[in-house]
């Protein structure tokens, strides 16, 4: 059984950083991304980041880039978001998620199905 499980997230002031992980477990997948998304209340869940693992391709949003940085150990079975200089937009629940099409890492923007859910760990950023 695929398990992914999102930790890391608490309550910062603007301009402060987080470091979210997440472990995944339970898989033996030859390729797979794994994605960052989140959602904020009264909004869509949206991929911010994500990672693959045969190519180690990387991407982000736009809203995130330059601020927060994706990494994994060598198995890209533990992935790591550091989020610095957040926002309070940047306040959301954060979400871990596992998908088999690796190509999906090339559209964050284009996700609409994904494979494997984890449990979101919440970012609240004051002002």
């Known amino acids: 059984e695929v398990q992914l499980q999102a930790s890391g997230g608490g309550l910062v002031p603007a301009g402060g950083s987080l470091r979210l992980s997440c472990v995944a477990s339970g898989f033996n997948f030859y390729d797979y991304t794994i994605i960052w998304f989140r959602q904020a209340p009264g909004k869509e869940r949206e991929g911010i980041s994500c990672i693959t693992k045969s190519s180690g391709h990387i991407a982000y949003r736009d809203p995130v880039k330059g601020r927060f940085t994706i990494s994994s150990n060598n198995a890209k079975t533990s992935v790591y978001l550091q989020m610095n200089n957040l926002k309070p937009e940047d306040t959301a629940t954060y979400y871990c998620?596992?998908?088999?099409?690796?190509?999906?890492?090339?559209?964050?923007?284009?996700?609409?199905?994904?494979?494997?859910w984890g449990k979101g760990t919440q970012v609240t950023v004051s002002s």
């Open positions: 998620a596992l998908d088999q099409w690796a190509s999906k890492c090339y559209g964050l923007e284009y996700i609409r199905t994904i494979d494997y």
